[in-house]
């Protein structure tokens, strides 16, 4: 069993920068691909990045290219999003998720299923 735990949230004006953190612990593993979600109140939840095993290949969504960036220490067991010029708009509780594969095709990183290991969430609040 994995156990994701999430830190690094608060409240941030617009324009500020903040890093999450998701440490795995239980059985973990370097080989799995990682991904960043996040739920807005009343919304769903939505896929906000991912990074692959060994972190050579990261995908995004269009809302936070050029201003997100994930990363990955596999000696820690931890991945981390960097999020910088947040938005109003970027104001919802992160989750990170872990997958069972190294790496996938296609969109395959932004479904909620590809992820089978979720953490209990970290909330961001950017206020204007």
């Known amino acids: 069993q994995v156990q994701l735990v999430e830190s690094g949230g608060g409240l941030v004006q617009a324009g500020g920068s903040l890093r999450l953190s998701c440490t795995a612990s239980?059985?973990?593993?370097?080989?799995?691909?990682m991904g960043w979600f996040r739920q807005a109140p009343g919304k769903e939840r939505v896929f906000v990045a991912a990074?692959?095993?060994?972190?050579?290949?990261?995908y995004y969504a269009d809302s936070v290219k050029g201003r997100f960036t994930i990363s990955r220490d596999n000696a820690k067991n931890t991945v981390y999003l960097q999020m910088n010029m947040l938005k109003p708009e970027d104001t919802a509780v992160y989750y990170c998720?872990?997958?069972?594969?190294?790496?996938?095709?296609?969109?395959?990183?932004?479904?909620?299923?590809?992820?089978?290991?979720w953490g209990q969430g970290t909330q961001v609040t950017v206020s204007s």
């Open positions: 998720a872990q997958a069972p594969l190294p790496f996938y095709s296609g969109r395959y990183y932004e479904r909620d299923s590809t992820y089978t290991y």
């Open positions: 239980g059985s973990t593993s370097s080989t799995y691909t």
């Open positions: 990074i692959n095993w060994n972190g050579g290949s990261t």
